[in-house]
């Protein structure tokens, strides 16, 4: 017999049951069941979590744990609107981030942007950013300095960032946190397009730049930068509202290892920098660029548009072979008190291997130079012919070339060790076209000849540097107060110092004046001639030792000059005077700052002169005196002449003592 059993299901169906022992059939609808409740779990709890996390934006939950007043920073995060769709997938519109840090405040503006961001994190002080896309953002960046540092000029035209002061540094860093209470920061897989950068002073505008990249810190221990790089197709750099450079293009990619930036201070953060620069710029105006110049420079530049390029290649903060930086200009100005200039510019800056070594190397060549007395250029309505029109007229030096060489291409490094410098004048000067110059010394007048220059310096061991200069007048006629001196001749210098310069000798000077005429006021000699066959030079920082052994055929032009009564020239016949004679100088310079020049002699045969000089400042006194006639004169700092008929050596001596109390 077949017995069946109803079951009563909650859908109050009737399904037939067999208690025969055969095989139990599932219901059909129950069998999806757990499976639609399950998804209606998921789809409910999906739709709570957005609903949550939308609240969470919405209401400036996500703001309010970012920003306020941190350890070390105070940040401000908002937006005008943000969304999710996807719990990691946040869109944001009119997003706006300020940062006023111990070293730097940042304001960016990103109009729209999306994120894949963990949000969750941030309860745990930690913004994990997977991805960023955004176009046309904003940056604002101001470097801190200390109180006084940067002027208010230049201050300025720093970019504006609402709610924060004056960029500047404080006495004393922030505390630094404690491990687990810094916030960190991890921007990965970054690809955001910039269409305005402010970085201090300098605003670079009609940008089209994409930054891709990822950016990892954490407040007070870490700065990183991987796989940064940098694809610029337009821009132009602004100071204030004035165009200095446009047409900007090219890449940059940099890496910069993990480093603590409270452990690591100044150029030695240059040491976890690896970077690959390829760009060019067109220079418009370098006058705009006068603000960005340190005020003690006092110098003023303008014009000098040209092309920019840059090529460079730094690894671990030491520039690489290859790198190298071009600019030239046909017309750059520029002005230092007293003078104002104006050439073709042509600078290169090189890194190059040179016998297994690196080495830099920077050249200058200047063309069509002109230089004017900076207080005197440029007043067109002065009268022509006049003393103003004269001291205008400018000189031409149609080339100069000037190069300097160093082993040191680390960036880092404080140490500079020049191997080599050459300047020289690719054609003579017109001395009477230096007339512009005069202003340095109103008792000097170059009045005619021409000059040229040639100054070697290379490397030597032992860390010094051997010179050899060369400087050829040719009949040469400079006015120095009331006496003309006319000479030609050449005088080589060789000789070796410091790396920088700070100390050294002269081993070799070589003078040889082939014609020398002084005119004063009361006498004159001309065809002299004055030859030095001897002569070292030693400087220190403060310090000049010298002495100087040679020739002078005619007396005239030194008693003419140091007696304008010729009182002296009157007991000589014109045997006497015109004779050659040997001469011996010293020149000594304290570190107290007097100077010594000290005659041994100009002597020949039955004469013989000997003389002291003691100058300091504007004051001097002095004394000379002619063996063979007796005669001694000394003037004090006042002018004051006291004439002594029968001068002999203990006189000279006291004489000596008396000036050196000066």
Excluded at 500 to 529: C, N, Y
């Amino acid at each position: 017999m077949h017995i069946s059993r109803v079951i009563f299901n909650s859908d109050y169906s009737f399904l037939p049951s067999s208690t025969d022992g055969g095989t139990n059939a599932e219901p059909p609808r129950s069998r999806w069941r757990w499976p639609v409740i399950g998804a209606l779990i998921l789809v409910g709890g999906y739709v709570l979590w957005m609903l949550v996390l939308n609240l969470a934006l919405w209401t400036g939950f996500v703001p309010w744990v970012v920003s306020g007043q941190h350890r070390m920073s105070r940040i401000h995060l908002g937006y005008d609107s943000a969304w999710v769709l996807w719990p990691t997938e946040v869109h944001v519109k009119g997003l706006v981030l300020r940062i006023d840090a111990y070293r730097y405040q940042l304001e960016l503006e990103v109009p729209e942007g999306e994120m894949d961001v963990a949000l969750h994190e941030l309860l745990s002080r930690r913004l994990h950013v997977h991805r960023v896309d955004a176009d046309g953002a904003r940056a604002t960046f101001r470097f801190k300095a200390p109180e006084g540092q940067v002027s208010e000029r230049r201050r300025a035209l720093f970019g504006p960032i609402v709610g924060h002061g004056a960029p500047i540094r404080d006495a004393e860093p922030p505390e630094l946190p404690k491990e687990g209470e810094a916030w960190e920061l991890d921007l990965e897989n970054i690809n955001g397009g910039f269409s305005e950068l402010w970085i201090d002073a300098l605003r670079i505008v009609e940008l089209d730049a994409r930054l891709r990249g990822r950016l990892r810190t954490r407040a007070g221990s870490l700065f990183a930068v991987d796989g940064g790089h940098l694809d610029l197709a337009a821009g132009a750099i602004l100071v204030g509202d004035e165009r200095l450079a446009e047409a900007l293009e090219g890449t940059l990619a940099v890496e910069i290892r993990d480093y603590d930036p409270f452990s690591i201070k100044g150029r030695e953060v240059l040491k976890q920098v690896r970077a690959d620069i390829d760009a060019s710029a067109r220079i418009v105006d370098l006058g705009p660029a006068q603000p960005l110049l340190p005020e003690s420079a006092r110098l003023h530049l303008g014009g000098g548009a040209g092309l920019l390029r840059l090529d460079v290649d730094v690894v671990d903060g030491v520039l690489q072979p290859g790198t190298s930086i071009d600019y030239g200009t046909e017309a750059l100005m520029a002005a230092h008190t007293p003078v104002r200039g104006r050439a073709g510019v042509h600078v290169r800056a090189e890194v190059r291997r040179e016998d297994d070594a690196d080495e830099g190397r920077l050249a200058v060549e200047l063309c069509d130079l002109k230089l004017w007395r900076n207080d005197e250029a440029g007043d067109d309505d002065e009268e022509e012919g006049g003393e103003k029109e004269r001291k205008r007229a400018p000189i031409f030096a149609p080339a100069i070339e000037a190069s300097v060489t160093t082993s040191v291409t680390d960036l880092a490094s404080d140490a500079f060790a020049l191997t080599g410098a050459e300047v020289r004048t690719a054609k003579a000067i017109q001395l009477r076209e230096l007339r512009a110059l005069a202003g340095l010394s109103d008792r000097i007048d170059p009045r005619a000849g021409s000059a040229s220059l040639t100054l070697r310096s290379t490397l030597r061991e032992g860390e010094r540097l051997g010179h050899r200069a060369k400087l050829s007048v040719e009949n040469a006629a400079v006015a120095v107060d009331r006496t003309t001196i006319r000479l030609s001749g050449d005088l080589e210098l060789r000789g070796s110092s410091g790396l920088r310069f700070g100390a050294g000798e002269l081993d070799t000077i070589d003078l040889d004046v082939r014609q020398l005429a002084i005119r004063s006021p009361k006498g004159h000699s001309t065809g002299a001639w004055l030859k030095v066959t001897r002569g070292d030079l030693e400087w220190g920082p403060a310090t000049i030792k010298a002495t100087l052994e040679g020739q002078l055929d005619d007396l005239r032009p030194i008693l003419s000059h140091v007696d304008e009564r010729n009182r002296l020239i009157e007991r000589f016949t014109d045997h006497d005077v015109t004779k050659p004679l040997d001469f011996k100088v010293d020149l000594r310079r304290g570190e107290d700052g007097a100077l010594d020049l000290r005659v041994h002699h100009l002597r020949r045969p039955a004469l013989h002169i000997e003389a002291f000089r003691r100058s300091r400042g504007d004051r001097s006194r002095s004394a000379f005196r002619l063996t063979g006639v007796r005669i001694g004169v000394a003037v004090d700092e006042h002018g004051d002449r006291d004439a002594d008929l029968g001068a002999d050596a203990a006189w000279m001596e006291r004489k000596i003592a008396w000036a050196k109390e000066l």
